[in-house]
């Protein structure tokens, strides 16, 4: 399992109660200034913040530390060996969440058809099927077991990548995660999900509810905030700058020493144009206080050949490091993940195979292919 640099943190006297308290005046006072665009072009208006972050540890060590460098924010924001530990987040596996291509035995001969059916393409299925065919007949493998094993095994190393894990290793705290995809995609039950495993790993999480034209969108973060036991920032109304939403999100999370911001986005516009205009401002409101170092693509498993089509229009307006794969468990189709790697030269990074909160996993290439090849 991957391992991770995080905030180095001691025991805290505040109770769970009080942290909690203070993370609600956060986001109420935040997003009374957070309606209109400007506000995140103009640092000075974000000072009703002023007051819930006045108690927060950064802040009173930021007078001492500041007496000496020459750019108090910038050294402070630093990170030093002593602040960092590397961690491991909790082991999670796809278990039995993937569907097998095959219901009863592997027939080598109606692979390709198989293959083509499950979304793999017509290209990839016709190379795959004529690879296994040579393999098995090098090694004389004849046998059900035996067919599965070479396709497992081809379909794992076809997989695998060297940049399949978070972006989560440089120790420029915060880290800040934007998850775009289509509305339904499963972005925010994502968010969610994520925000639990690394609470779970003890990372602290600060969410952001930048979808802000649709109520509901932000109630159903609200929702999985909570069951994550992570602060979320919400916007005042319905239809604010989700600029504001995301710069708040971002500065909540320096002044609470939080370890990673995850930012919800907007998967409805009327245009590509729309699209590039609402995440560049985003992006550039974000990075005026921290580097971006994950934008997720959320695609839908079940979605099948239209996910291709998704995915291209995002990843032309996006500059998406990682593609998330939710519902491989409600579909036979699970070739598609294979096809939008290998078609958009990204790494599946992590997948989801439930509904559940703890229904969602790095990506591991050898227990997916195991997955699609069993015997059901």
């Known amino acids: 399992m991957f391992k991770f640099l995080k905030r180095l943190r001691g025991e805290k006297d505040t109770p769970v109660e009080a942290q909690a308290v203070e993370q609600e005046v956060v986001a109420e006072t935040v997003f009374e200034v957070a309606v209109d665009a400007p506000v995140v072009e103009e640092h000075t208006q974000l000072e009703p913040v002023a007051e819930p972050v006045a108690v927060t540890p950064t802040v009173v060590k930021q007078a001492p530390i500041a007496v000496p460098v020459e750019e108090p924010p910038v050294a402070e924001k630093a990170p030093a060996p002593v602040e960092l530990e590397a961690v491991e987040l909790p082991k999670r596996s796809l278990g039995s969440g ?25 290209e990839t299925a016709e190379e795959i099927a004529a690879q296994v065919k040579k393999e098995a007949s090098r090694q004389g493998a004849t046998t059900d077991a035996e067919l599965r094993l070479l396709l497992k095994d081809l379909l794992t190393e076809r997989l695998e990548r060297k940049d399949s894990s978070l972006n989560l290793e440089d120790g420029k705290l915060p880290y800040v995660f934007l998850a775009v995809g289509v509305n339904g995609a499963g972005k925010t039950t994502t968010i969610g999900k994520l925000a639990r495993w690394l609470k779970d790993g003890q990372w602290e999480v600060v969410l952001g509810a930048a979808d802000t034209y649709r109520a509901a969108a932000v109630d159903q973060l609200a929702t999985w905030a909570e069951r994550a036991e992570s602060p979320i920032i919400r916007p005042a109304k319905e239809g604010a700058d989700p600029a504001a939403v995301a710069y708040q999100t971002v500065e909540m999370a320096i002044n609470t020493e939080a370890d990673i911001a995850i930012i919800d986005t907007a998967g409805r516009l009327q245009n590509k144009k729309d699209l590039m205009d609402e995440l560049g401002k985003i992006r550039r409101a974000v990075e005026k206080q921290a580097k971006i170092s994950e934008v997720l693509l959320v695609i839908d498993a079940t979605n099948g050949q239209n ?70």
Request: charged content about 25%.
């Open 98 to 122: 993937v569907r097998s291509l095959f219901g009863d035995v592997v027939d080598v001969d109606e692979l390709e058809d198989i293959l083509i059916l499950a979304d793999f393409g017509v």
């Open 307 to 376: 996910a291709m089509s998704q995915a291209k229009a995002f990843t032309e307006v996006a500059d998406v490091t990682g593609i998330v794969m939710t519902k491989l468990d409600g579909t036979a189709k699970g070739g598609i993940l294979y096809a939008l790697q290998k078609e958009l030269n990204l790494p599946i990074k992590l997948v989801g195979v439930g509904e559940q909160i703890n229904d969602f996993a790095f990506f591991s290439p050898e227990e997916f292919a195991k997955g699609l090849v069993a015997k059901k």
